[in-house]
């Protein structure tokens, strides 16, 4: 797929006329959302916090997004809204005895959850780390190997998302409670109320978060259509993004995607309070970990070693 | 009533009438603030891609300018303290000039928080009722409650000052009084929750230091009353402004004490981080020695470093800090000192190396600086203006009248 597949690339060098057109649209089109009719930029300005929507809101919201979505990408993009189950926290756990570092997880994520291609917007980053000089050495982490076949010998690695925490530093910066943690434990953001202030991306131990710094640009037949308001629907430029465990999936009963993708099978995933779940079995009976416990962030997203 | 809106008429025509001299200057700050307006306008367009700014730098140029203008509105209340807890009358008579500084800087960070918004059409998110503030919780609404109540004291206090001096009439001073207070704690409040902004972030070790908030108050106490001693110096020479030599001579005695307490303070950092070596030195070490070959920042921080001894080396000696050419000469290199120490000294290495020990060295794209100056432009245009209206109110304050 070459860059002219994509519908809108996003061109950083601008010559002198699109220079003064944007300079004349820019204040009133440039920090919408999508080129939308006059009535929707309206409605799309003043649309409310996701929480405080009744169910009327929702459909309408809903729908107008769906609409301006079609127009954009062509594809026929559901929008879906389910709450969480009752009875359900999600947990993960990830066996570093059997990651061999393949990155399938981190295609399927970004084939699942509609981010950017170009620029390249990932939700997972795979850290590889040298064997038998440090533990976990993040400053000696190298996030862009490059090697013919995975595994190498010399070589551990690790890959790191959103770690969904109980006690999430982003959603305490956030000023604007764009970014919250559902009953579920999935960490959310509404992207229509996300200012782009980027606080929360400074606070978060993990580098899980993600800013849209352009217009995303994805290619029409790569779309995913089936999508969750607060998970992978088209995002704008100016807005946080990250992982949501694939809400889309996870609250229809399906795993995440990378869960399913993994072809060594070191990705786990299940209800936190089901006691009969593997994730608790795993959690109970292994030796398992969490990155950066010292700060205290908790997260639901355990490391272990089955073997 | 017809009378007084004749008089401030006449004023505010003073105020925007001018020389030659002014009128260029104030066409070359029109020329940048345009540049600056363009440049944003493409932003906006394009997006913040048009900045350096990425995911393991997310923030840059425009939030160091930020931090450094949050001190520089403490110029006014170094100015306040000695006029009027101590009553001393030589700064009394120019302390309007600080508040409207404050002015100014508020005004400035709130344009630079403004540009590095995604989505600065929600700015309406952060307001109280009609949006959806994380308060208590998160510093940033802290800050702008802070910023906001800041910039309306001053805003009223100067207001309140013009008012009666271009109208003619008396300035009674128990009126404001309890706000000229407020504005004390006030200052010092708008340094600590800026500073607490960082200082609360457990991901980023750089910041997450007890010494942040001190190290941010004892540098804005450098910086903002050395602006108010160049802009003085300015204003003496050009609109014929009458300043007590004492005035001056005491501001730099305090910016003596300021330089002292800050560098003893960066000491006090330095020590812990290079003699305890752990883990979180790395981007103490990326500012002034460079990391793995990656040295960007590496000169400016020496750089940084050398102006501010050489600025306390100054400010110390008496003779110095009292003949004005010496004066301005030490000011301004604090102010640069400070300006590089608590900008892109203080925000860059806070992501470098990002929370998973990635390096990705940033510097400000063209857009950023073009950006950046049209703010300050803006920010001088709005002084020289406040500043013209100012003088022509307070005839006794000229010595010149034909300025």
Same mark, same amino acid.
């Given at each position: 797929?070459?860059?002219?597949?994509?519908?809108?690339?996003?061109?950083?060098?601008?010559?002198?006329?699109?220079?003064?057109?944007?300079?004349?649209?820019?204040?009133?089109?440039?920090?919408?959302?999508?080129?939308?009719?006059?009535?929707?930029?309206?409605?799309?300005?003043?649309?409310?916090?996701?929480?405080?929507?009744?169910?009327?809101?929702?459909?309408?919201?809903?729908?107008?997004?769906?609409?301006?979505?079609?127009?954009?990408?062509?594809?026929?993009?559901?929008?879906?809204?389910?709450?969480?189950?009752?009875?359900?926290?999600?947990?993960?756990?990830?066996?570093?005895?059997?990651?061999?570092?393949?990155?399938?997880?981190?295609?399927?994520?970004?084939?699942?959850?509609?981010?950017?291609?170009?620029?390249?917007?990932?939700?997972?980053?795979?850290?590889?780390?040298?064997?038998?000089?440090?533990?976990?050495?993040?400053?000696?982490?190298?996030?862009?190997?490059?090697?013919?076949?995975?595994?190498?010998?010399?070589?551990?690695?690790?890959?790191?998302?959103?770690?969904?925490?109980?006690?999430?530093?982003?959603?305490?910066?956030?000023?604007?409670?764009?970014?919250?943690?559902?009953?579920?434990?999935?960490?959310?953001?509404?992207?229509?109320?996300?200012?782009?202030?980027?606080?929360?991306?400074?606070?978060?131990?993990?580098?899980?978060?993600?800013?849209?710094?352009?217009?995303?640009?994805?290619?029409?037949?790569?779309?995913?259509?089936?999508?969750?308001?607060?998970?992978?629907?088209?995002?704008?430029?100016?807005?946080?993004?990250?992982?949501?465990?694939?809400?889309?999936?996870?609250?229809?009963?399906?795993?995440?995607?990378?869960?399913?993708?993994?072809?060594?099978?070191?990705?786990?995933?299940?209800?936190?309070?089901?006691?009969?779940?593997?994730?608790?079995?795993?959690?109970?009976?292994?030796?398992?970990?969490?990155?950066?416990?010292?700060?205290?962030?908790?997260?639901?997203?355990?490391?272990?070693?089955?073997? | 009533?017809?009378?007084?809106?004749?008089?401030?008429?006449?004023?505010?025509?003073?105020?925007?009438?001018?020389?030659?001299?002014?009128?260029?200057?104030?066409?070359?700050?029109?020329?940048?603030?345009?540049?600056?307006?363009?440049?944003?306008?493409?932003?906006?367009?394009?997006?913040?891609?048009?900045?350096?700014?990425?995911?393991?730098?997310?923030?840059?140029?425009?939030? +160091?300018?930020?931090?450094?203008?949050?001190?520089?509105?403490?110029?006014?209340?170094?100015?306040?303290?000695?006029?009027?807890?101590?009553?001393?009358?030589?700064?009394?008579?120019?302390?309007?000039?600080?508040?409207?500084?404050?002015?100014?800087?508020?005004?400035?960070?709130?344009?630079?928080?403004?540009?590095?918004?995604?989505?600065?059409?929600?700015?309406?998110?952060?307001?109280?009722?009609?949006?959806?503030?994380?308060?208590?919780?998160?510093?940033?609404?802290?800050?702008?409650?802070?910023?906001?109540?800041?910039?309306?004291?001053?805003?009223?206090?100067?207001?309140?000052?013009?008012?009666?001096?271009?109208?003619?009439?008396?300035?009674?001073?128990?009126?404001?009084?309890?706000?000229?207070?407020?504005?004390?704690?006030?200052?010092? +409040?708008?340094?600590?929750?800026?500073?607490?902004?960082?200082?609360?972030?457990?991901?980023?070790?750089?910041?997450?230091?007890?010494?942040?908030?001190?190290?941010?108050?004892?540098?804005?106490?450098?910086?903002?009353?050395?602006?108010?001693?160049?802009?003085?110096?300015?204003?003496?020479?050009?609109?014929?402004?009458?300043?007590?030599?004492?005035?001056?001579?005491?501001?730099?005695?305090?910016?003596?004490?300021?330089?002292?307490?800050?560098?003893?303070?960066?000491?006090?950092?330095?020590?812990?981080?290079?003699? +305890?070596?752990?883990?979180?030195?790395?981007?103490?070490?990326?500012?002034?020695?460079?990391?793995?070959?990656?040295?960007?920042?590496?000169?400016?921080?020496?750089?940084?470093?050398?102006?501010?001894?050489?600025?306390?080396?100054?400010?110390?000696?008496?003779?110095?800090?009292?003949?004005?050419?010496?004066?301005?000469?030490?000011?301004?290199?604090?102010?640069?000192?400070?300006?590089?120490?608590?900008?892109?000294?203080?925000?860059?290495?806070?992501?470098?190396?990002?929370?998973?020990?990635?390096?990705?060295?940033?510097?400000?794209?063209? +857009?950023?600086?073009?950006?950046?100056?049209?703010?300050?432009?803006?920010?001088?245009?709005?002084?020289?203006?406040?500043?013209?209206?100012?003088?022509?109110?307070?005839?006794?304050?000229?010595?010149?009248?034909?300025?």
């Amino acid at each position: 797929m070459s860059l002219r597949d994509f519908p809108s690339p996003p061109s950083v060098k601008v010559d002198r006329r699109t220079f003064l057109k944007g300079a004349a649209l820019g204040v009133a089109t440039a920090a919408l959302p999508l080129n939308s009719a006059n009535a929707s930029l309206w409605s799309s300005l003043f649309q409310k916090h996701f929480v405080e929507m009744d169910e009327d809101d929702r459909k309408r919201v809903i729908a107008r997004l769906e609409n301006e979505a079609r127009q954009r990408y062509g594809a026929d993009i559901q929008i879906g809204a389910a709450d969480a189950m009752p009875d359900v926290k999600f947990g993960y756990a990830l066996d570093l005895s059997r990651c061999i570092g393949c990155r399938r997880c981190v295609s399927a994520c970004s084939a699942e959850n509609n981010p950017s291609r170009n620029p390249q917007i990932n939700w997972i980053s795979v850290l590889r780390m040298k064997k038998g000089e440090k533990w976990i050495d993040l400053e000696g982490a190298d996030k862009y190997y490059d090697p013919l076949a995975v595994p190498e010998t010399d070589y551990f690695y690790i890959p790191v998302q959103c770690q969904q925490c109980e006690n999430p530093p982003c959603v305490k910066v956030c000023p604007t409670k764009a970014t919250w943690k559902e009953p579920d434990g999935i960490v959310v953001i509404d992207y229509d109320w996300c200012i782009g202030c980027r606080y929360c991306m400074a606070a978060c131990p993990y580098g899980a978060r993600r800013f849209n710094w352009s217009a995303p640009s994805i290619g029409r037949n790569e779309i995913n259509p089936h999508t969750h308001y607060l998970g992978n629907r088209p995002r704008q430029k100016g807005v946080v993004e990250k992982c949501t465990f694939c809400i889309q999936r996870t609250r229809e009963g399906r795993y995440p995607a990378c869960v399913e993708v993994c072809p060594a099978g070191a990705r786990k995933f299940g209800n936190l309070l089901d006691e009969r779940s593997e994730i608790r079995h795993i959690i109970e009976h292994k030796r398992v970990f969490r990155l950066k416990e010292d700060l205290n962030t908790v997260p639901t997203f355990f490391y272990f070693f089955a073997s | 009533m017809d009378a007084l809106q004749e008089k401030s008429r006449v004023t505010v025509g003073q105020a925007i009438r001018g020389g030659k001299a002014y009128r260029i200057w104030v066409a070359c700050l029109a020329a940048l603030i345009l540049a600056g307006l363009l440049a944003y306008f493409r932003q906006l367009d394009v997006g913040l891609i048009t900045t350096a700014m990425r995911d393991q730098v997310s923030w840059g140029f425009y939030i +160091s300018n930020f931090i450094f203008l949050v001190g520089v509105a403490a110029a006014a209340v170094l100015l306040v303290i000695p006029a009027y807890l101590y009553d001393f009358k030589p700064i009394k008579e120019i302390v309007l000039f600080g508040e409207m500084v404050a002015i100014v800087a508020v005004t400035m960070c709130i344009l630079f928080v403004f540009v590095d918004m995604g989505q600065p059409l929600r700015l309406w998110h952060l307001a109280p009722l009609i949006g959806k503030m994380n308060f208590p919780s998160s510093l940033l609404i802290w800050d702008v409650l802070a910023l906001g109540g800041y910039l309306a004291i001053n805003a009223l206090l100067v207001g309140y000052a013009l008012r009666r001096h271009s109208a003619g009439k008396e300035y009674r001073l128990a009126v404001i009084l309890p706000l000229i207070l407020l504005s004390i704690p006030w200052a010092v +409040s708008i340094h600590t929750v800026t500073a607490f902004i960082f200082n609360g972030l457990s991901s980023r070790p750089f910041w997450n230091a007890s010494i942040l908030a001190p190290r941010f108050l004892a540098s804005a106490f450098c910086s903002g009353p050395a602006i108010m001693i160049v802009l003085f110096e300015l204003m003496r020479k050009y609109a014929g402004l009458k300043i007590e030599e004492r005035a001056l001579a005491k501001i730099a005695e305090l910016v003596a004490y300021t330089i002292g307490i800050n560098l003893f303070l960066l000491g006090a950092e330095m020590f812990k981080e290079f003699y +305890s070596g752990s883990a979180h030195l790395a981007p103490l070490r990326y500012l002034y020695f460079g990391l793995n070959g990656h040295d960007r920042l590496v000169p400016w921080a020496w750089l940084a470093l050398i102006l501010n001894i050489s600025a306390f080396a100054i400010f110390l000696a008496p003779d110095l800090r009292q003949k004005p050419v010496t004066r301005s000469i030490g000011a301004g290199l604090i102010i640069v000192g400070v300006y590089i120490e608590k900008g892109m000294g203080l925000v860059v290495p806070g992501f470098i190396p990002d929370t998973l020990g990635e390096i990705y060295q940033y510097w400000p794209s063209w +857009s950023e600086l073009i950006i950046t100056v049209g703010i300050w432009a803006a920010g001088a245009l709005l002084y020289t203006v406040m500043a013209k209206f100012a003088i022509a109110a307070l005839p006794h304050a000229v010595q010149a009248q034909d300025r």
